[in-house]
């Protein structure tokens, strides 16, 4: 009897269960569902989670404006997403998101992604007078216990996922920065300077992104500053063991008018215009903090008194087809220096001082304390090999002098040998102009850059 029941439930299942039109009645229950979950339920659980893991973990508001997926192509959608600060200023957000996840990572298992794109991604940050900054005080508001048990050393760190993304691309990048500079001659209670600095039309391409050691693979990117300037990078980038990055780098026209309010922290000086143009070979890993190799330029400079508004020094044209920058051994080399349209102002005060010793900011007592104990540093090696100069105009007034003297001297040109700072051995200084309307001036001589009241012998004629 026992086995004629189990025979008889087991033709019961395939004729009930088991019969091909319960199959396919079952199958398509589990497609209805799965479509059901993977179009409708799943875009609302990744917005409540991303929303309420913002305000929960991070303390805030993120908004996010619509998610879509497809389970059948296991793609992503997630636009107009953006996550503010505690003050309701926003930190960053994109307008468009996606994602492409391949089949294959069920079955490699690797997170293996065919494409990921952003679109109009912004990033603001703001460094505070205080040197804390929105997402470092982002960081510290979402550490708890766990990660206080790893920075004891209780727990291992976790294993890296395996990861690969085949096309990485982000458009229309704007990266926003304020920082705010503490006047160092001002009282401590004095409002901060704001400085604004953005880099838009950003353009970001990473191809097989890899998360493996000693794994390297193509970058390029591209953005332009709002004031003035453009980047652009073309080479490989390393991430692991330690971040590596090398290949071709260049900054066409960045205007110094953007530094001059850092320049501003240490002299009395306005830096009304000026541009940069680099173009060569970069490199920076764990060696290397960071190396330059190529040609440099600085095109119209004019840097300006503050007290007065009366330039200082600019020239038209500065240039060196080989400049060698080169941070870990402390060294700079360059090939002989061009300069065109040299224009300057040197007064002797009669007190004997210059307006050039007196560009130098007071900084308050405590901090010049604190930069007498800190570390010495090894000085930069600074080698180069000559300037070249031509069509100068220099303004000199030396009001020490019992009759006070004021000349100009103009069409300046000749050239300056090897300055070099490690070298005992002073540079020859071959120089001729005109003075005012008919005359001529003659400077020869030696001069070392580094010591100039040791070694300097230089021979002035007036004709």
Same mark, same amino acid.
């Given at each position: ?78 636009? *107009? ?193 000026? !541009?940069? /143009? ?35 020094? *600019? ?18 080399? !360059? ?25 130098? @900011?007071?900084?308050?007592?405590? /901090? ?47 050239? @300056? ?25 003659? @400077?020869? *001589? ?9 070694? /300097?012998? @230089? ?5």
């Amino acid at each position: 009897m026992h086995g004629s029941s189990l025979g008889q439930f087991g033709n019961y299942l395939r004729e009930k269960w088991a019969s091909p039109r319960r199959v396919r009645f079952w199958l398509l229950v589990l497609i209805i569902l799965y479509t059901l979950l993977g179009f409708f339920a799943l875009p609302w659980v990744i917005q409540y989670v991303a929303v309420n893991t913002a305000k929960e973990d991070f303390g805030r508001e993120l908004r996010i404006e619509s998610v879509q997926t497809n389970p059948y192509t296991l793609t992503l959608r997630m636009n *107009g997403v953006a996550l503010n600060d505690k003050d309701d200023r926003q930190l960053l957000g994109w307008g468009n998101l996606f994602v492409n996840l391949e089949w294959s990572s069920i079955i490699d298992q690797t997170w293996t992604f065919e494409a990921i794109q952003i679109d109009k991604l912004i990033i603001q940050e703001e460094r505070f007078a205080s040197g804390e900054t929105r997402f470092s005080r982002l960081a510290a508001d979402s550490s708890g216990p766990e990660s206080e048990k790893k920075e004891s050393g209780k727990e291992e760190p976790a294993e890296m996922p395996a990861l690969r993304i085949r096309d990485f691309k982000l458009e229309n990048g704007v990266l926003r920065f304020a920082d705010n500079l503490k006047d160092v001659t001002a009282a401590d209670d004095a409002e901060p300077k704001q400085v604004s600095l953005a880099l838009q039309n950003i353009g970001l391409s990473v191809k097989d992104f890899t998360l493996q050691n000693d794994a390297s693979f193509p970058l390029r990117l591209n953005g332009q500053l709002t004031k003035g300037g453009k980047l652009a990078f073309n080479g490989t980038f390393q991430l692991l063991p330690s971040p590596a990055l090398e290949g071709n780098a260049e900054i066409n026209e960045l205007a110094f008018k953007q530094a001059a309010p850092y320049l501003q922290q240490f002299m009395n000086v306005q830096l009304e215009n000026g !541009t940069l /143009t680099l173009n060569g070979k970069m490199s920076t890993n764990a060696q290397q903090p960071f190396a330059f190799k190529g040609s440099a330029s600085i095109n119209t400079l004019n840097i300006k008194e503050a007290s007065n508004d009366e330039t200082l020094l *600019g020239w038209d044209s500065l240039k060196t087809e080989q400049f060698d920058l080169n941070i870990a051994n402390n060294e700079i080399e !360059t090939a002989p220096i061009v300069v065109k349209g040299l224009s300057g102002r040197v007064v002797i005060n009669q007190d004997k001082t210059t307006n050039f010793g007196q560009l130098v @900011v007071d900084a308050p007592a405590d /901090t010049k304390d604190d930069t007498s104990k800190s570390e010495e540093t090894k000085p930069f090696g600074i080698t180069i090999e000559g300037v070249e100069l031509s069509d100068g105009d220099i303004q000199f007034s030396d009001n020490s002098l019992p009759l006070p003297f004021s000349t100009s001297i103009h069409t300046l040109s000749g050239e @300056v040998s090897t300055l070099s700072s490690d070298s005992s051995e002073p540079a020859r200084v071959k120089l001729e102009g005109e003075v005012a309307e008919y005359g001529l001036a003659q @400077v020869t *001589g030696t001069v070392h850059a580094w010591h100039p009241t040791r070694q /300097t012998t @230089v021979n002035v004629r007036f004709r």
